[in-house]
Each structure stands twice: as C-alpha cells, then as structure tokens.
C-alpha cells in the first residue's frame, strides 16, 4: 500500500507538470472581504498593476489586470473573491502591463461596464481588448464629466457613503496631456476612493505633468492609502505631490527582479520623507486594506499574522473637489473625442486608427527572455550580448512586446 501511494503521489506530480495538467493558483492566503467594510485588494501581478475594490455593500470595481502572463492567477483570484460580474473594470492606460490579464479576468467573473480614458494608443492588444469588451460588457464609457455640470468631477457611488471619484482625465473640458515623456502615462485615470475618514488614491502609472496639473486644483488629494505610481518607477512621486496627499501607507505594485530596477531608491527615500509605510507586492505579495470608515488595517499575504492600522484624517462627508474645477491653462492635445452615450445607452468604441510615425529606416530590436522591444540606437542593447529578434517596423514589435521605458521606441 506504501507503494502505491508512493507511485500514485510521483504520477500526480508527473501530470501536474505536463501542458494543459497545470495546478490551479494557490490562493493568496487573505481573507474574503468583511462584511459591511470597505475592502481593497492590491493584487500581485507581477510587474504591472491590478486592484479590486469590494464596498460594504458588495460593489466591486477592478483598476488594472496586470500583464498578460498575470491573466490565469487574476482570474483565478476574482473567482475567489467576487460573486457576479465587477460592476466595473477600469483600465488606466493603454499598456500591457495593465490591460494584458483584464481578458481573462472578464472571462472569468464577467463585468457591467468598462471605462478607460479614451486615448488613442498604436497598440493591437490595446484594440483586441476594446473589440473584446465591446462585445462581452454592458457598457464601454470614459471619465466624461456631466455635461451639464463641467464644473464638477466624475463620481460613481458605491453605496454605504463609499465614493469613487475621477481626478484625470477630464476630457472634454480638458484636453489630454501632449508632449510628455509618455502620453499614455501622462493621461492615466486617476482616481480617489473615499469612505468615512479614510481615502485610498489610485494613480496608473501618471507622470510629474499629472501631478503637476492636479497641484494646480482646489482638490483634496490627501489620502490614508496611495497606491504608488508607475510601480515606484523615479519620474513620478514627486516631493511635492507626496507632501500633498500625505499618505500615511502606501502600496508599489511591481514584479521580483523586473527589468526596469522598480522600486527606485528616490521614490522608496520620498515615501520615508512623508513617513508612509510601504508595501511592495514583490516583496510582501498580495496586500489586503480594510476600512470601517475611521480606520485602515492592511496586512500582506507573506506578513504572517502581523497587521498595521492606520487612522483617517479625511473630513468625514468632506467634498474631493473644494471649488469648481476651471481646465488647465495651456493644455495641449492632438487627440479626437468620442462623444459619451447619454446615462443606462451602450456603446462599442472604435478605437480610431494611429498615425503611422514618419519613416525613418529605424528598426526595432527585444532581447532574447525580455518582453520588451528598444530602438535600434539604444544604448541598452549596446550592452548587451544577449540574442536578439529584429523588427522591421514598430507595429511588427508592438505585437509581440511593449515599448521599453528607456529610450521609447
């Protein structure tokens, strides 16, 4: 019998390890939502982001899905955590380490609405993804404030006085951030969810430009919970925002060892300048925050039983906005604007067709291992001795990897 049992465990492990006999993911280990509280899940995706909202009434909002290779473990955990289909999944920005698990992840629990921020991006995962949800969610929408009400920010109501409010974009009283260092980034949705005392901030992966034109506003940017931007990349978290949203914690969603060195020792000093406490889900795993409306408890998947908690000092019932939000002077924006279907319509987005980039014979190069392509003049790859794949064009390279953040190909 011994033997048997021997020989039965080995032919598990034997099955296990063939294509298509994989385990299932393990879960993280937390706990399911509490009841009657605010519960946010910082998702470990590896080097990308996703968050799932869960409010005291049983609302759930998905930010982000991580990167395509996330996408099984994501569904996976939804499956565990939401019963029925997300009231809403956000993406924050067009880039694959945040829209590549959302398929899956739709897949897997379904959803009511989809909101991105509608900002055209050359990218055939970005335009899979609006065919797909166009197809399987309700309703495709962007961050539209009320056209009768410009003046105001985009709420959506999660029930028990929780609130979700969208600081950026603002299009089409605001033109899209141009000329950045990274459109896309620069144009993130950002948002803030607020319960009670307690306030959770949500930024994508936005640029000192985002930061730089919500210092501008009479908005209340401080928040108990900042879910780090651009996954503690150093050209976000500026001093000057972190002194403005005094997080008390703060969460950096980003992959063990990535390519990119996240977190960078800047961002990591800045966040102790404000005294947050930091979690990484490189480190920490996944990362679970509990408000009851006075109070944030977080605790971390490989933090064992330990628990910090950490105390609101949002003004209970206070508004985000403290005046009319007037634009930007200045702003920029070579970007078309779809029209929002009016409250309860559906709509499929067509995504409108990029501009070409004017030839320039410049091919584009990914390493052998990396998901990443460069420019065929980057200095990166004149380091390197690695195998590589050439690209005749960016569009070839945008099907099988994403753009390298050093030299922007």
């Not at 739709?106 to 989809?114: I, N």
């Not at 609006?130 to 009320?146: C, H, Y």
């Not at 930061?211 to 908005?219: A, S």
Request: charged letters at 20%; a neutral charge; glycine letters at 10%.
């Amino acid at each position: 019998m011994k033997v048997f049992a021997r020989l039965l465990a080995l032919l598990v492990l034997l099955l296990a390890a063939l294509p298509g006999h994989a385990a299932a993911p393990a879960s993280s280990g937390l706990p399911s939502p509490a009841p009657g509280r605010l519960t946010v899940y910082f998702l470990d995706v590896g080097q990308g982001d996703a968050a799932l909202i869960v409010s005291p009434t049983g609302k759930t909002v998905l930010i982000d899905g991580g990167p395509p290779e996330a996408g099984t473990r994501l569904a996976a955990r939804l499956r565990e955590l939401v019963k029925g289909p997300l009231d809403l999944v956000i993406l924050t920005h067009p880039h694959l380490d945040h829209l590549g698990g959302l398929r899956a992840a739709v897949k897997a629990v379904g959803a009511r609405r989809f909101m991105d921020p509608g900002f055209d991006h050359p990218s055939e995962a970005y335009r899979d993804l609006l065919d797909f949800v166009g197809n399987e969610v309700g309703q495709v929408m962007s961050p539209e404030p009320n056209p009768s009400s410009p003046q105001t920010l985009l709420t959506v109501g999660l029930g028990e006085g929780v609130a979700l409010t969208v600081l950026w974009p603002r299009v089409p009283q605001e033109p899209f951030l141009a000329n950045t260092r990274s459109d896309a980034n620069a144009n993130s949705i950002v948002t803030k969810l607020t319960y009670g005392k307690t306030a959770f901030l949500f930024t994508g992966d936005s640029e000192p430009p985002t930061e730089e034109v919500l210092l501008q506003k009479p908005v209340d940017l401080a928040a108990t919970v900042l879910k780090v931007a651009h996954h503690g990349g150093k050209h976000s978290s500026t001093a000057a925002f972190l002194e403005r949203v005094k997080p008390q914690a703060a969460v950096i969603s980003c992959g063990v060892g990535n390519d990119y060195g996240h977190p960078s020792p800047e961002v990591l000093g800045r966040l102790r300048d404000v005294r947050a406490r930091t979690f990484r889900t490189d480190q920490d795993g996944e990362v679970m925050a509990v408000s009851d409306g006075a109070t944030v408890t977080l605790r971390s998947a490989r933090g064992g039983a330990g628990a910090s908690s950490v105390s609101g000092t949002q003004q209970s019932g206070g508004p985000v906005a403290l005046g009319p939000i007037e634009p930007t002077p200045h702003g920029r924006s070579g970007r078309s604007v779809e029209k929002e279907p009016e409250p309860g319509a559906s709509r499929t987005r067509t995504p409108v067709e990029p501009t070409a980039p004017a030839a320039t014979g410049e091919r584009f190069v990914s390493l052998k291992g990396s998901k990443v392509f460069h420019r065929e003049s980057c200095s990166t790859l004149k380091r390197s001795k690695n195998e590589r794949t050439v690209y005749p064009s960016r569009a070839d390279a945008l099907r099988e990897r994403r753009p390298a953040e050093d030299c922007h190909p």
